[in-house]
């Protein structure tokens, strides 16, 4: 049967959980079962606790992200695009970034989405409940937060708000942690954590698997990129998403051209998807594979306005490969010239860029802050 000791066993085989981590007890004696609703999906399945509850306990226990609402709770008819909007977190990347947030005894920490209230009961386990805040821009999920920690013993200050003003009435914070993908960090983060550590999942569209850790003083925060993770958006802001039908349109109005730069090559690199994302935050792809074994594949290219779009199609053994593009804006053209710049610059990786943020705005750098992007 699955338990909290099962989930710390397979934490600590995969090197996620190092034996004697403040987390460690934690996941023992944090129940994720309390968290969790009777119904939850993996990438694979929708889980009923009612019909398969070992199969329940199984996934509630494995180290797995679990999807507990889709499209912000709202009724979802029939054939329409699901988009998840708020789950529990993998636990070895809720390990790994409180690992990042390197919290200590008397500091008072800010969560921004609460979620299912999972991560804030670590927290209080390893804090206590006057150290906590959690913060959720949805008020069903809020209150459900605040039961879900109730029943698992625990009462931090739970409330509802957008995550982007942070909560003031707690302040200052020593450690700041969002739960959701930001493109950029808001200043009044840095405000209200005028000495301290912010850990937030950070990008645009085009390349979101980041970790930005930021030390911050003198009214300044500062800190380098690192992890891969996958987070949801923040909603405030939160851009289209939706079947390649919502972003296809005005094919036979379509430019032709061709490119020596092979589409897997484009998106094949992360260090080159992250440099790429700087230009592109507000666009994204999607490589369609040949269903028919030829090893072909179809790069598209959306923007996030669902104005442009392009397509550049690969095809094994060629050297120059046809591209189509629409609209105002040639998205192949601006990822081919994004991947130049990160060629000329050497190829740098990821670990190299660093980011500043300051009251005038956030700053992406190369090595050192003498030398923005």
């Known amino acids: 049967m699955s338990t909290p000791e099962r989930l710390r066993e397979i934490l600590v085989n995969k090197g996620a959980l190092a034996a004697g981590s403040p987390w460690e007890r934690a996941v023992l004696e944090v129940p994720r079962a309390v968290f969790l609703p009777d119904v939850v999906e993996t990438l694979q399945r929708v889980i009923s606790r009612s019909t398969a509850p070992e199969r329940w306990l199984t996934a509630v226990y494995g180290d797995l992200p679990l999807t507990t609402q889709v499209n912000d709770g709202r009724p979802v008819e029939e054939g329409a695009y699901e988009l998840p909007t708020s789950s529990s977190s993998m636990p070895s990347v809720m390990v790994e970034m409180l690992d990042l947030l390197d919290v200590r005894d008397g500091q008072r920490v800010l969560e921004l989405g609460a979620a299912t209230g999972y991560n804030a009961a670590w927290l209080c386990h390893r804090l206590g409940d006057a150290w906590v805040t959690t913060l959720d821009i949805d008020p069903v999920l809020a209150e459900q937060a605040g039961v879900n920690l109730k029943s698992a013993g625990y009462s931090p200050r739970v409330v509802v708000g957008d995550g982007a003003a942070g909560w003031s009435d707690g302040a200052p914070y020593q450690r700041l942690i969002a739960t959701y993908t930001v493109p950029e960090i808001p200043y009044a983060w840095v405000e209200q954590v005028p000495s301290g550590r912010i850990v937030a999942p950070w990008g645009g569209s085009w390349f979101s698997h980041s970790f930005a850790v930021l030390e911050t003083a003198d009214g300044i925060g500062q800190g380098r990129f690192t992890g891969y993770p996958a987070f949801m958006r923040s909603r405030t802001g939160r851009p289209h998403r939706g079947y390649l039908s919502d972003f296809l349109h005005h094919t036979e109005d379509a430019t032709t051209t061709h490119t020596m730069l092979s589409p897997r090559v484009l998106v094949g690199d992360s260090d080159a998807l992250f440099f790429s994302g700087l230009a592109l935050p507000d666009a994204w792809y999607l490589l369609a594979e040949a269903e028919d074994g030829s090893e072909e594949a179809t790069l598209w290219l959306l923007a996030d306005d669902r104005v442009s779009w392009a397509a550049a199609e690969y095809v094994p053994g060629h050297d120059v490969f046809e591209v189509d593009q629409y609209g105002p804006r ?42 923005p992007l």
Do not use: C, F, K, M
Request: proline share 7%.
């Open 330 to 371: 040639r998205l192949w053209d601006e990822a081919e010239s994004a991947y130049r710049r990160w060629q000329e610059h050497g190829a740098p990786a990821r670990d190299r860029l660093g980011l500043t943020l300051t009251p005038s705005g956030q700053t992406v750098w190369l090595d050192t802050p003498e030398q």
